[in-house]
């Protein structure tokens, strides 16, 4: 039988704001992506999403991201190699904290947003996240993009590695994500993303955007938590993979 990873975004709440329903999605996964200060979240957040994961037996991860809390972490930063790691290192040492008060493992760290997103092609970026996660604790487990530098970056860091693909998100024909900026980058069909995610656990490929056929390596797949249909979202894939044999199953 085919499995995989379920993972979801959370802990992006932070003050009065309040973004997701991470009550109701929690149950629902298997790996949440801790937002830990930068990007979203604040520390009595990130303290109510890791007891949220150890009552539910999910695996917690460190979500890091560039200093951006007004653009959500999600707009391009020119920081230097040394600057990401020590910045990946503060927010993963943050999110432990929590985890060992709440006598849970962190299992798991993935970049956020621009920082994915940049380090996926770029190696010197990919190296210093990888380094930083090593420092920390080597037997944390790197949740990259499929085919990814950071994945290159992993191995040569001798870190475990996951490789991640996107529900509701286009692909370049480089097996890159479709920048946000450009049209179609989001997947608005709900049946078209669940299709994608099958197809992805089940052949292990993905149509990129301009319809070429690429191979990709699914042992984790996201769904974004901040969507306005993320709960329905997050139910109908879980349905629709177990009609078609595919386990829903930790990394």
């Known amino acids: 039988m085919a499995t995989i990873d379920l993972n979801c975004d959370l802990g992006e709440s932070f003050g009065a704001y309040k973004m997701g329903v991470d009550e109701e999605i929690i149950p629902l996964i298997t790996s949440a992506n801790i937002a830990c200060g930068f990007h979203a979240g604040d520390p009595l957040i990130m303290e109510r ?4 994961c150890k009552v539910h037996g999910v695996r917690p991860g460190a979500h890091p991201g560039f200093p ?3 653009g959500f972490g999600r707009r391009n930063m020119n ?14 040492g943050a999110l432990k904290a929590f985890c060992d008060s709440a006598s849970i493992r962190l299992h798991h760290v993935k970049p956020h947003g621009a920082l994915y997103n940049m380090a996926a092609t770029d190696y010197r970026l990919a190296e210093a996240i990888c380094q930083a ?6 037997s944390l487990v790197l949740l990259a993009l499929s085919g990814s530098e950071m994945l290159r970056a992993a191995m040569e860091c001798k870190l475990s590695y996951a490789s991640e693909v996107f529900a509701d ?6 097996g890159t994500l479709v920048s946000r900026i450009n049209k179609g980058a989001v997947i608005e069909e709900k049946e078209k ?23 990709i390596t699914a042992d984790s797949v996201c769904v974004h938590g901040d969507g306005a249909n993320a709960l329905s979202f997050v139910k109908r894939i879980r349905e629709e993979l177990a009609v078609k044999g595919v386990e829903v199953k930790g990394f």
Do not use: F, N, W
């Not at 999403?49 to 949220?52: E, F, I, P, Q, S």
């Open 68 to 70: 951006d809390l007004s």
């Open 193 to 215: 993303a669940v299709m994608q995610v099958v197809r992805m656990a089940r052949e292990g490929r993905v149509k990129a955007i301009d319809g070429t056929d690429l191979s």
């Open 169 to 174: 998100r286009a692909y370049e024909k480089d």
């Open 133 to 138: 996660i090593h420092d920390v604790d080597p």
């Open 79 to 92: 920081l230097s190699p040394k600057e990401v790691k020590a910045c990946v290192t503060y927010q993963i």
């Open 49 to 52: 999403t890791v007891a949220l």
